[in-house]
């Protein structure tokens, strides 16, 4: 069972609007979240992370908000560039070793 | 700024062949990781390594090896490559500190044919 999901598999934005990531988990004990991104043909490279303790971080365009009852964060990306698209993934740490990752959502900026 | 580098950014193998993939990290990171990337299923942990010759199975370990033999090596061996392991393989490190960040190398595209 996924443990971290991200329900959208594609998303199509307006360069200059709001972009919105969606990721939903399932484990309380999860106190450590992370976005990252990929382009094709790169690994992913780190963006944000928010702790559990906390229900926004914010490092320029981007922002995470967590909603710990919802079980709930999303990543929005203000103003959308075109350098934005990419696909986007959610990971969850719990403590382990291991990182729990989320399908990923591909942002499509359009011009 | 950390570095992570893997051996080849494109690999074609034959049905059969043993292949090598090699990361290396410069940042004195105590864990490392192997994933498989395919579309729509994210990134799957193969193997991962918190310590010099130790090892645990991830995700899908099946058809796959690691060694690590040095704290800043880490590589991954199918024992006899399959068509249905085509796929990008993706190697990362962290520090081994709470909250753990993980850094990724660029990939390597592996195609058996």
């Known amino acids: 069972d996924q443990q971290v999901k991200q329900n959208s598999p594609s998303l199509s934005v307006q360069e200059g609007r709001i972009s919105i990531l969606n990721c939903d988990y399932t484990n309380s004990m999860f106190d450590y979240f992370l976005w990252y991104k990929k382009y094709p043909a790169e690994g992913p490279t780190f963006l944000i992370s928010?702790?559990?303790i906390k229900d926004k971080n914010e490092d320029g365009r981007f922002t995470v908000f967590l909603n710990k009852s919802a079980k709930h964060l999303s990543l929005h990306i203000v103003p959308s560039q075109p350098g934005d698209s990419a696909v986007y993934f959610c990971?969850?740490?719990?403590?382990?070793?291991?990182?729990?990752w989320g399908a990923g959502t591909k942002l499509i900026i359009k011009p | 700024d950390v570095k992570v580098t893997q051996s080849s950014r494109y690999l074609v193998k034959r049905t059969g062949e043993k292949v090598f993939l090699e990361c290396v990290q410069d940042m004195d990171h105590e864990n490392m990781f192997w994933y498989r990337q395919d579309p729509g299923l994210g990134l799957r942990l193969i193997y991962f390594s918190y310590d010099v010759k130790m090892k645990e199975k991830g995700d899908i370990p099946e058809g796959y090896s690691v060694s690590r033999e040095k704290k800043e090596r880490f590589s991954l061996i199918l024992e006899s490559a399959s068509t249905n392991q085509t796929s990008m393989y993706l190697c990362?490190?962290?520090?081994?500190?709470?909250?753990?960040?993980?850094?990724f190398g660029p990939g390597t595209r592996l195609t058996v044919l």
């Open positions: 928010i702790s559990s």
């Open positions: 990362a490190s962290s520090l081994g500190q709470a909250p753990d960040t993980q850094y």
């Open positions: 990971a969850a740490w719990g403590g382990s070793y291991q990182l729990i």
